[in-house]
């Protein structure tokens, strides 16, 4: 079955400071690739994704780009705010609401 | 637009009892999913049902089961309680079209097994 790998695990920024989280997959055939942010007693939020058919995606302070030969795919949040505290998972899918996550990476913004 | 809401929120149980979580969707959604949240072991995907039947299922035993109601209510069973079945059990609603779609979790429900 699939397997994600997701690092670093903890990433500790200054405000204003960029931060990048990295996942790879093991299965060629997932094409959808979800990035969902988790608040202390919450559900996870989705807050960007990426279909294989495209290389980078953007919203905002957030990106995520994808290289589908390497199978890995990363997170970029730019200037960084203490509200971006949180655990970031990455995941992969073949679709229909199958997702297999990362680990997850608990991101601390400090002000 | 009301989001996904699970009960009940925190339960404790013993060994070899089984336990009913209930999730309602968001609505119009048709799509529900749940994962399983422990610390060691992340997220795990449970199973997935859309219009009442099970479209997908997870590496889990036996003793995890569910069922969606014809108004896309989900509920899922734990029978014969392990201590490694504590955890933080999510439901997710989608609309169910098409092959991909944002998924939205309810907050959870947190089983501890005694």
């Known amino acids: 079955g699939e397997n994600v790998e997701q690092h670093p695990s903890t990433l500790s920024v200054q405000e204003g400071d960029s931060a990048v989280i990295k996942c790879t997959y093991s299965d060629s055939a997932s094409n959808y690739f979800p990035w969902y942010k988790q608040e202390l007693g919450k559900g996870p939020q989705l807050i960007i994704d990426i279909r294989s058919n495209v290389g980078e995606k953007k919203d905002q302070r957030i990106a995520v780009t994808l290289n589908k030969t390497a199978k890995h795919f990363s997170l970029h949040i730019t200037e960084t705010q203490p509200e971006d505290s949180a655990v970031y998972f990455c995941?992969?899918?073949?679709?229909?609401?199958?997702?297999?996550f990362g680990k997850g990476t608990m991101l601390l913004v400090s002000p | 637009k009301a989001g996904v809401t699970q009960t009940p929120r925190y339960l404790i149980k013993t060994r070899g009892q089984q336990v009913t979580l209930s999730c309602s969707p968001i609505s119009g959604h048709r799509s529900v999913s749940w994962y399983q949240q422990t610390p060691g072991q992340g997220l795990q995907f449970l199973f997935e049902y859309f219009s009442e039947t099970q479209r997908n299922k997870g590496n889990f035993p036996g003793r995890f089961s569910g069922r969606q109601f014809s108004n896309s209510r989900s509920e899922m069973n734990v029978s014969t309680l392990e201590l490694g079945d504590s955890a933080l059990y999510l439901c997710?609603?989608?609309?169910?079209?098409?092959?991909?779609?944002?998924?939205?979790f309810g907050e959870g429900s947190r089983l501890t097994v005694l």
């Open positions: 997710a609603s989608s609309s169910g079209q098409g092959a991909f779609g944002e998924l939205f």
């Open positions: 995941a992969a899918s073949k679709g229909y609401s199958t997702l297999t």
